[in-house]
Structures are given as structure tokens and as C-alpha cells.
């Protein structure tokens, strides 16, 4: 049982609780304390060798995610009018859920169609660039002072 997965994990964890010392060379890479080692001891047993690869560090879910049913109305919303913007499209849904379920904010809202590329970015001014005086470039002589 002396494969190597996880960063050492399984070298460690797999062997009897003794010999830790061996261990060791793996606490830079694998933060080594007594609560870790149990946790990922448990998870072997229940799921063998495969537990002790990496996983994926994504949530699971997310808090504050909108529903799914509001963010397809937005959606929908803006497909139908398509010159319609976030604030618009907000106060139709609070006029049309009423107390249902919670309106989003119009950022929220604008969000959800950057996401869904449903929104055109702003034109983008050209600044003008600063260009020199004629006195910088020699052209006019300098006012003589005295």
C-alpha cells in the first residue's frame, strides 16, 4: 500500500496509525494535524483509494444563487424585448411576482444577462490625445521677458 496519491496522502494515512515519522516530509504540501489525518483516514475507508486523489474545491452550491425559474424569466424577458435593460425587466418582475419570491437587485439582473451575453457593452469614447503647443515644438519664438 505504498502508492503515491494525493501529495502522500495514501502512503500515510493507508499504513496502521504508528510510524508517523516517515510521514513528515509530506507537511509542506499536506497541512499534518491530528484532525486532518482522521478525516481523511474516514474517508478512505468509505470510499477506498480514489478518496485520497484530489478533489475538486468548487462549492457545492451557492448561497446567494438566484433561482432558476427567475434567472429563465429574465432571460426570457430580455429574448422577447430585446431593448429592454436590467432595470426595466427588474420592475416588471417585481410588478408580476408581487411578494412570491425575493426581486433581485438591478445589478443582479444585469448580471444575469452579461452572463447570458445578452447585454452590449457601452461605446467606448475615444480620448483625445494631448498634442503639444506650437512653443513646445519651436514654432513660435518665446515672449521676451524684461
Known amino acids: 500500500m505504498e502508492r503515491e496519491f494525493g501529495n502522500g496522502r495514501a502512503s500515510s494515512i493507508c499504513r496502521p496509525f504508528t510510524g508517523w515519522r516517515e510521514h513528515e516530509r509530506c507537511l509542506p ?3 499534518d494535524i ?3 489525518r482522521l478525516q481523511i483516514f474516514h474517508r478512505y475507508k468509505e470510499h477506498g483509494l480514489e478518496a485520497l ?3 475538486s ?3 457545492v452550491r451557492y448561497a446567494n444563487q438566484l433561482p432558476g425559474r427567475i434567472e429563465q ?3 426570457r424577458l430580455k429574448k422577447e424585448k430585446p ?3 436590467a432595470r426595466k425587466i427588474r420592475e416588471l418582475l417585481v ?3 408581487a411578494g412570491d419570491a425575493r426581486i433581485p437587485a438591478r445589478s443582479t439582473v444585469h448580471a444575469v444577462l452579461d452572463r447570458h451575453g445578452l447585454v452590449k457593452r457601452g461605446r467606448q469614447g475615444r480620448r483625445n490625445k494631448a498634442e503639444g503647443t506650437a512653443l513646445e515644438w519651436g514654432q513660435a519664438d518665446p515672449i521676451p521677458i524684461g
Request: hydrophobic share 35%; aromatic share 10%; with cysteine.
Open 29 to 31: 504540501v499536506f497541512r
Open 73 to 75: 424569466m429574465i432571460v
Open 53 to 55: 486523489c484530489g478533489r
Open 95 to 97: 410588478r408580476r411576482l
Open 57 to 59: 474545491r468548487r462549492p
Open 34 to 36: 491530528p484532525q486532518n
Open 83 to 85: 431593448h429592454w435593460g
